[in-house]
Every structure is written in structure tokens, then in C-alpha cells.
């Protein structure tokens, strides 16, 4: 190849020399040399992902709704995120609430009133057994959960609906905390799903699982406000970050109707980052005291999830803040939405309710946390405070010792300081300090508020000579294990 080479420069030194060539016929092209075929060449092989590479990101399209980040810092919503009881046609849940409550007022009953959280003072109980899960297959849904434990009496008890009507609906809902079937219409990632059945509200933003929230007593705006809605939803997912749900319910955390005219609401859920959550909550038209069929009822309940640190090389990894607002009122019936208290003539017509609750929450790494707030409340009629549960009282029995009236003044406030173990993501162990107050009589004291030798007469009846011990305030500590899977 050298010498060829060679060849060439020499020849290329040599004086030009003009050479007359005859031109080939117009009909036969000049000759051409035969190409010469390429050699063949190996079809590279497929590049091999890293092993630690992750997924190719989806498009927004094919995204299921809040799947684009982990949404497991938020309160009200379980941290867990692996299943170890699913398959590709049943997700299973299990569920263990575990709580030894002190009331510092120390009641002779053992008995705290005022909460949907806590009942009993120095003893160890169960507040909730609940097994169940979701079933998911060809497009059709279905979750059922079961509520042994505590909850399975408080819950209806609360309840004043199954008054009307027979067929005890208490008893035929009382181990039940979910239960519903529906169908997913549309492409298999966003569409419509629309439900049936039991179903949580999510009001307040606490969750009505201790296991999903940041404490295990909320402020009253999500304490006192409605843990589940028995009807129909609508969920319309228009993006992966929002969700749009009207309802159609029985009314107010009711079985049944309390009057003639049902419940009427919805929630909206925008998380346009996985540091940012707004909720909005709605509810009117219904007529949820028992025998007024004219008094209707209106409440808004709106709320903000922010995570604004983050960084898990630090001590501490997270910070996290929320802010629930709430205003509601009745109207109609001879009240009206207005602070309209009672005074010396018992003529109050005001039946409103505002409030609010505010909580930070700082981890360190994934297994501790601590969480600090609380929030206020003034609700005059008291459409939205607890009944205590004097000589058995319930929200259909009511008491002479605490009346419910319209105009009927009440104003409170609490605050809650909590410690977290979380060792694994199936199990929290809980720490807690809750104090409150009240501006009348409502918790219970040390004389506390059962009659001697138990409940007396038809519940929440009077008891000649006795009279229950209710006091402003109420300290109280709690140490809980709570276990999801």
C-alpha cells in the first residue's frame, strides 16, 4: 500500500501532458468501476439501563390521579407505602388503634367527654379493630372496613338520625366505618369513579384513623366535624393533581335523614406540587336537627397542606405546616347565622359556628417526629359541640344538664404537643399532651359525670339529688400503638 502511494506523488510531479481521449458514444454511458460491497458490521447491542436508574417518567396523560409525588408527609393521609396483603385483585388493610388515655382531672367514672378521640381515662383500650381493604377488578370497586373496638358505640352514639324511622340503623352500621361498591368509567388512569355506600369525609383534614394523622386528639374543627357521609359520590379527575367530588348524602354523619330533605356537598383537592395541598370542603341544603324540618344548614371547611423544608442530610429533614379555617351557621326555623346568644330571657337566635386549627410538624429521618398546635372555636347553639355523654346521654337523647339550644354561647380553645416513634412504616408509637378549654362547664371532672351506682332512668334523664361534675378545663396525656398493614 506504501509503494502504491508512493506511486501516486510521483507521477502527480510530473509535467502536465495533454492527452486527446475519444469521447464515448452517446449510447453507451461511460464505464464505471464496480462498487465495492461494505464489509459486514455487528448490529450493536441494546444499551443496558443502570441498575439504580430510575423509570422513564410518565407523561401527565398516563399518570393516575397524585401518584406525580409522595404525598405520605401529609396528615390525614397513611404514610404506608408498600402493601403486604394485595394482589392484583385485593388490596387488604389491617388496622390496630391501641390507646391508654390520663385525664389529669382524674373522674371517678373513668369517663372523658368532649372528644371523638378519647373515652376512657387510665385504662387501656382499643379504640378501633378494623379489617378489611379494596377489591379492584375490571373497572368495578369496592372497600369495606370494619370498626371494633371503642369506636363501634361512640360512632353512633353521635348520631341522632336513627330516631326517626325504625329498624335500628345504629345497630345495623356499628361495626361498620366503610363500605362501598362503585364503577371506574373511563381511560384506566384518571376518568370518573362513582361510588356508593359509607364513605370518609375528610372534613377537617384529620382523618378519622389516628394512624394517618399528625396527632392523636385534632383540634374541634376536625373533631367535631363529620367522620363519614352515607350516599353517593362523583369523583372527576380532570388532571393528575386535581380532583373534583360532589355528594349526595343522607345529611350530616347520619344513617339515616334526619328530616325530609337530604345533604348536599362536595370537595375539591388541588395539589399543583408534592409540597402543596389545598382542600375545600362544602356542605348545605340539609336539615340535620332531628324535628325541624325548616332548619337548614351551611358549612364550609377549607384547608392548606404546605412542606416548604426538606432535606434529609440535616437533623432535622422535613418541616410541614397546615391551616384549616372553618364557618358554618343554621338557618331557618326561628334561628338565624348571627351571634344572636342567650340571654336573661332565653331568646338567643344565633346558630353559627367559626374556627380554625393550625399545626407544624418537623421529622428527624423517617422514624421520629414531633408535632405542635391547636386551634379555637365559638359556636353559639352549639350545633357542632359534642354532647357529653351524662347518665348515658346521646345526640338523640340529650340532657337537661347541657342544652343544646339556639343562642346557647360556647367558646373554646386547645393545644396538643406530640411525640412519634416510627420504627417501621406499618406501626406508629405516640406520645401526646392535649389541654383545653372551655368558656362554660363541659368536661369532666374529678366527681365526674355517671350517677352513683351507674346510669339511672331513660338516658341522659335527670337523677334527683345528683348533678355531674363539669369543669372548663381539661389536661390530659396519651400514649397510643397504632399499627396499618
Known amino acids: 500500500m506504501r509503494?502504491?502511494?508512493?506511486?501516486?506523488?510521483?507521477?502527480?510531479?510530473?509535467?502536465?501532458?495533454?492527452?486527446?481521449?475519444?469521447?464515448?458514444?452517446?449510447?453507451?454511458?461511460?464505464?464505471?468501476?464496480?462498487?465495492?460491497?461494505?464489509?459486514?458490521?455487528?448490529?450493536?447491542?441494546?444499551?443496558?439501563?443502570?441498575?439504580?436508574?430510575?423509570?422513564?417518567?410518565?407523561?401527565?396523560?398516563?399518570?393516575?390521579?397524585?401518584?406525580?409525588?409522595?404525598?405520605?408527609?401529609?396528615?390525614?393521609?397513611?404514610?404506608?407505602?408498600?402493601?403486604?396483603?394485595?394482589?392484583?385483585?385485593?388490596?387488604?388493610?389491617?388496622?390496630?388503634?391501641?390507646?391508654?388515655?390520663?385525664?389529669?382531672?382524674?373522674?371517678?367514672?373513668d369517663t372523658i367527654g368532649g372528644s371523638t378521640e378519647a373515652w376512657r381515662s387510665g385504662e387501656n383500650q382499643v379504640t378501633q379493630l378494623g379489617i378489611g381493604g379494596d377489591f379492584h377488578w375490571d373497572n368495578v370497586q369496592g372497600r369495606m372496613m370494619t370498626q371494633f373496638?371503642?369506636?363501634?358505640?361512640?360512632?353512633?352514639?353521635?348520631?341522632?338520625?336513627?330516631?326517626?324511622?325504625?329498624w335500628q340503623l345504629d345497630d345495623a352500621y356499628r361495626y361498620i366505618s366503610e363500605a362501598y361498591g362503585g364503577y371506574h368509567f373511563g381511560d384506566p388512569h384518571r376518568g370518573v369513579n362513582l361510588q356508593a355506600g359509607i364513605f370518609m369525609s375528610y372534613i377537617g383534614l384529620w382523618s378519622?384513623?389516628?394512624?394517618?394523622?399528625?396527632?392523636?386528639?385534632?383540634?374541634?374543627?376536625?373533631?367535631?366535624?363529620?367522620?363519614?357521609?352515607?350516599?353517593?359520590?362523583?369523583?372527576?379527575?380532570?388532571?393528575?393533581?386535581?380532583?373534583?367530588?360532589?355528594?349526595?348524602?343522607?345529611g350530616w354523619q347520619s344513617y339515616g335523614r334526619f328530616n325530609g330533605i337530604p345533604g348536599v356537598g362536595g370537595q375539591i383537592r388541588y395539589a399543583p406540587t408534592g409540597d402543596l395541598i389545598l382542600i375545600f370542603n362544602q356542605y348545605l341544603v340539609g336539615a340535620d336537627i332531628l324535628g325541624a324540618p325548616d332548619r337548614h344548614r351551611f358549612h364550609t371547611d377549607d384547608s392548606i397542606q404546605?412542606?416548604?423544608?426538606?432535606?434529609?442530610?440535616?437533623?432535622?429533614?422535613?418541616?410541614?405546616?397546615?391551616?384549616?379555617?372553618?364557618?358554618?351557621?343554621?338557618?331557618?326555623g326561628g334561628v338565624s347565622c348571627n351571634t344572636d346568644t342567650t340571654d336573661a330571657t332565653h331568646t338567643g337566635t344565633g346558630v353559627l359556628f367559626t374556627g380554625f386549627m393550625a399545626y407544624v410538624r418537623a421529622w428527624h429521618g423517617e422514624k421520629y417526629a414531633a408535632t405542635f398546635g391547636g386551634g379555637a372555636i365559638d359556636n353559639p347553639g352549639r350545633y357542632l359541640v359534642l354532647l357529653p355523654p351524662i347518665n348515658g346521654a346521646t345526640a338523640l337523647s340529650g340532657t337537661p344538664y347541657f342544652s343544646e339550644n339556639p343562642g346557647d354561647p360556647f367558646k373554646a380553645w386547645d393545644t396538643q404537643l406530640t411525640?412519634?416513634?416510627?420504627?417501621?412504616?406499618?406501626?406508629?408509637?405516640?406520645?401526646?399532651?392535649?389541654?383545653?378549654?372551655?368558656?362554660?362547664?363541659?368536661f369532666t371532672g374529678h366527681g365526674g359525670i355517671t350517677p352513683p351506682g351507674g346510669n339511672q332512668g331513660s338516658l341522659g334523664s335527670t337523677v334527683d339529688g345528683w348533678t355531674p361534675d363539669l369543669t372548663?378545663?381539661?389536661?390530659?396525656?396519651?400514649?397510643a400503638l397504632e399499627v396499618k398493614m
Open 419 to 442: 411525640f412519634d416513634y416510627m420504627p417501621s412504616q406499618y406501626i406508629t408509637l405516640r406520645a401526646e399532651f392535649v389541654y383545653r378549654h372551655a368558656s362554660v362547664p363541659y
Open 208 to 250: 378519622y384513623y389516628n394512624f394517618d394523622n399528625w396527632t392523636y386528639q385534632p383540634s374541634y374543627v376536625s373533631s367535631n366535624t363529620p367522620w363519614f357521609f352515607n350516599g353517593v359520590r362523583l369523583q372527576w379527575f380532570p388532571t393528575d393533581r386535581l380532583k373534583i367530588e360532589p355528594w349526595l348524602i343522607n
Open 472 to 479: 372548663q378545663n381539661e389536661p390530659r396525656m396519651t400514649l
Open 149 to 166: 373496638g371503642q369506636l363501634s358505640t361512640t360512632t353512633p352514639r353521635n348520631d341522632a338520625s336513627p330516631g326517626r324511622g325504625q
Open 3 to 109: 509503494t502504491f502511494q508512493l506511486s501516486i506523488v510521483l507521477l502527480a510531479s510530473l509535467p502536465a501532458i495533454a492527452v486527446a481521449q475519444p469521447a464515448p458514444p452517446p449510447s453507451e454511458p461511460a464505464a464505471q468501476p464496480a462498487p465495492t460491497p461494505p464489509a459486514p458490521t455487528a448490529t450493536p447491542p441494546a444499551p443496558t439501563p443502570a441498575p439504580d436508574a430510575p423509570p422513564a417518567p410518565k407523561a401527565d396523560e398516563e399518570l393516575d390521579p397524585f401518584t406525580f409525588a409522595d404525598f405520605t408527609w401529609q396528615s390525614g393521609n397513611a404514610r404506608t407505602k408498600d402493601s403486604v396483603l394485595g394482589n392484583k385483585y385485593f388490596t387488604g388493610e389491617f388496622r390496630l388503634d391501641d390507646v391508654f388515655h390520663y385525664s389529669f382531672n382524674r373522674p371517678h367514672d
Open 306 to 332: 404546605y412542606k416548604w423544608y426538606e432535606n434529609p442530610n440535616t437533623w432535622i429533614s422535613r418541616i410541614a405546616t397546615t391551616l384549616t379555617v372553618d364557618f358554618g351557621c343554621e338557618y331557618g
